[in-house]
């Protein structure tokens, strides 16, 4: 990847892409590597290449498809920012809110693992030493449907449940009360 990211580096440098330029020589610091990333992504679904295909390129169509990346730079600046700002944003919340409303996150992530660890690494190697059966009396479905149900809660539950809110309320704006 740094190969591809030095070669359009030097091809915006090349053209006048400021933009673009900044956002592959790393000026953005350790946190704009996913902007980079999406940079190269455009560069490469102009051209309608994988990234991977990008130094096989012909040197006028890189410069073309540099030149129109950077014609989309403050979107995608744009489109960076926002998502840094629902980050922090996020974050201030939860320390807001304290330890208590963010907990359930962290105990059922440390209890999950620890559940995990000792099926697949303890129970087998006391079974195997001690001679004893216990890893066919721990049903592994069990423990998949309840890291199962936590990732759905973790991963999208508030997601789902803030969809509902806001669908109420435009059921409740829709009928005028």
Known sequence: MSMIVGILAGVASKVGA????????????????RLAETVVSEIAGVLGVEP??????????????????????????????????????LLQAEQR?????????????YLLGLMWTVRLLIVPVTDAIAGT???????????????????????GGHTLKNLGAQGVEAIKAMKGK
């Open 52 to 89: 991977e295909e990008l130094p096989s390129v012909n040197g006028a169509d890189l410069e073309e498809a540099v030149e129109t990346v950077e014609g989309r730079m403050p979107e995608l600046i744009a489109l960076w920012s926002r998502g840094l700002d629902g980050q922090f944003a």
């Open 133 to 155: 059966d216990i890893g066919s009396r721990m049903d592994m479905g069990v423990m998949m449907t309840l890291t199962s149900w936590f990732v759905a809660l973790y991963m």
């Open 18 to 33: 400021e933009l673009v330029g900044r956002v592959l020589g790393e000026r953005f610091g350790e946190a704009g590597g």
């Open 97 to 109: 809110q304290g330890i208590w409303q963010s907990g359930w996150r962290w105990g059922w992530m």
